[in-house]
């Protein structure tokens, strides 16, 4: 059939599957590569040698070496789940005291010293960052925290209507909500504001908000400035943030740790599971490294070039944002213009995805029949959380439809010849999630070595900061050349040296947002005036 590659006969189905899986044991997760389109050339020759080199690469990179050539970085995620495999002892001894800190803190908690200002124990966790500070702690709550989970609130962008809308929704008052700040330069525009607006919330509430408050930073930053007193009262806790820990990677430290711990997640087991999968994508040959695998699968079905989008569906509700964590993590990774040489190479790996069986009624329609621009990532997890589950008709249960409809959709795409890979897990639980998060990061690093990119820089997103920071620049600008002589957008942008288009979209929206800023003339840009109340002196 046109467009569609031969399709296994069961038996060699068979055989792929006992051939080309990887096994990790404890906790139980297999790798299932049967449809995966996998061949014994990707592990032979320059194809394996490649694959060795980037083992190399990782096992230089968890000993300590640069990793961000542009900043004079380590990266050391590796180490937040093995401190000893640290380079230095003093990062060994930061880890293991973060440890302890938290433990101090969760003791203080449950015992009772830690109280919200109206004496009542706290009840509610309101979260403030963005990105991995955000996606991480999400994930966690959603698939581990249980019923828990309703008792966080997490503020992850500028939206003043989501904010406004967030803090109105919280079950609790003010005074019971512990808030957790989250950034390691303490500059981040959108954890500032999200800070800002719930330090006026408290204030409104006549509540100090630092009487309710833990900051995980970097140590000087300009919050542990503000968290150890600078600006009033020292807040609860201060955790510390590591220079050479990501925003993406950061989930196995005290941005992870402290959201576990406060949801009653056990912290310990998740980094255990991370721990044991690190152990198993070290091993060498590479063709029995479940990252090594998986990795080489994403370089076959993308041509090493980010040719077909990594479409995630995992058939458990509990991982619905595993896709999204996973966007952030390849996404921000591999989304790259230049490789370590120079040379322009425009590189990436597109992520997207729900989960099953929902997108069985969406876009898996498209998967089956329309382009072979993708493949897939099953997560398929054997246990339920009810075993005794009532029956929905003789003999089944609603998990046995569930897995049934993966196993369906599998098939499905198998007959079109649409490759996929699966992740299968016992179950999951703190151990599994671990061990998952710690796969996906050594994948994406042995994947970068394969098409010779940094994995751990991300010029782009500080080009899209500085230009944001260039229109708040031009803001103030235009806000002090108003005036009560109406002018246009164009007539404003020439005489402050900025681009009439940038001029008209700043305008627009300030004389919606601005009582002194007044719009008139015609609804056309060109033709629309701007100009601003007169002042009155008191």
């Not at 592990?43 to 990782?58: E, H, N, P, S």
């Not at 925290?145 to 609130?153: C, E, S, W």
């Not at 080009?463 to 007539?491: D, W």
């Amino acid at each position: 059939m046109t467009g569609e590659r031969a399709r296994p006969h069961e038996d060699d189905l068979w055989t792929r599957y006992t051939s080309w899986r990887a096994q990790l044991e404890d906790p139980a997760i297999e790798l299932d590569l049967a449809d995966a389109d996998m061949r014994e050339d990707d592990f032979t020759g320059d194809a394996g040698a490649a694959i060795d080199a980037a083992l190399d690469a990782m096992d230089r990179l968890e000993a300590g070496a640069v990793a961000n050539p542009d900043e004079g970085r380590r990266v050391g995620h590796y180490w937040l789940r093995a401190p000893a495999r640290a380079p230095e002892p003093a990062q060994d001894y930061a880890i293991e005291r973060s440890w302890a800190q938290l433990d101090e803190f969760a003791a203080r908690l449950d015992g009772g010293a830690l109280k919200g200002s109206d004496g009542c124990p706290f009840e509610h966790v309101i979260w403030i960052g963005i990105g991995g500070s955000a996606l991480g702690p999400q994930l966690l709550a959603d698939a581990l925290a249980g019923d828990a989970a309703r008792g966080l609130t997490v503020l992850d962008n500028t939206d003043p209507d989501g904010i406004q809308r967030a803090l109105a929704q919280l079950p609790c008052p003010l005074a019971r909500a512990l808030v957790v700040v989250v950034s390691k330069s303490g500059s981040t525009v959108e954890t500032r504001n999200g800070m800002r607006e719930v330090m006026h919330a408290y204030a409104r509430a006549g509540l100090e908000l630092a009487a309710h408050a833990v900051a995980i930073t970097g140590e000087g930053s300009t919050l542990d400035q503000l968290a150890a007193g600078g600006e009033g009262p020292p807040w609860l806790a201060r955790f510390p943030l590591w220079s050479w820990v990501g925003g993406r990677t950061s989930v196995c430290s005290t941005v992870g740790l402290v959201l576990m711990s406060l949801l009653g997640i056990d912290w310990r087991a998740f980094l255990a599971g991370a721990a044991a999968m690190d152990d198993a994508t070290r091993a060498r040959p590479a063709r029995r490294n479940p990252a090594a695998l998986l990795a080489r699968m994403w370089h076959r079905q993308a041509g090493g070039r980010g040719e077909k989008v990594m479409v995630v569906l995992p058939y458990r509700d509990r991982l619905v944002l595993l896709s999204r964590y996973l966007q952030q993590l390849i996404m921000e990774s591999l989304g790259k213009r230049l490789d370590r040489a120079g040379q322009e190479v425009w590189q990436g790996l597109t992520v997207l995805g729900n989960k099953g069986s929902t997108d069985q009624h969406a876009y898996v329609q498209q998967l089956r029949d329309g382009l072979d621009s993708f493949f897939a990532i099953f997560v398929r997890v054997l246990e339920d959380r009810e075993p005794d589950a009532p029956f929905v008709e003789p003999g089944v249960r609603s998990g046995d439809c569930l897995d049934g409809f993966y196993l369906g959709t599998r098939a499905a795409l198998r007959e079109r010849g649409r490759a996929s890979a699966t992740l299968v897990l016992t179950r999951l639980d703190a151990r599994a999630l671990g061990a998952i998060v710690a796969l996906f990061e050594r994948a994406v690093g042995l994947y970068a070595e394969l098409i010779n990119i940094n994995a751990y820089h991300q010029p782009g997103v500080e080009a899209g900061k500085q230009a944001a920071r260039a229109v708040l620049e031009a803001q103030a600008r235009l806000l002090a050349a108003l005036s009560p002589a109406p002018r246009t957008a164009a007539e404003l942008a020439a005489a402050e040296g900025l681009a009439p288009f940038t001029a008209w979209q700043i305008l627009r929206r300030l004389a919606l947002t601005r009582a002194d800023v007044q719009r008139g003339g015609g609804g056309d840009p060109s033709s629309t005036t701007f100009s601003r109340r007169a002042r009155v002196e008191p």
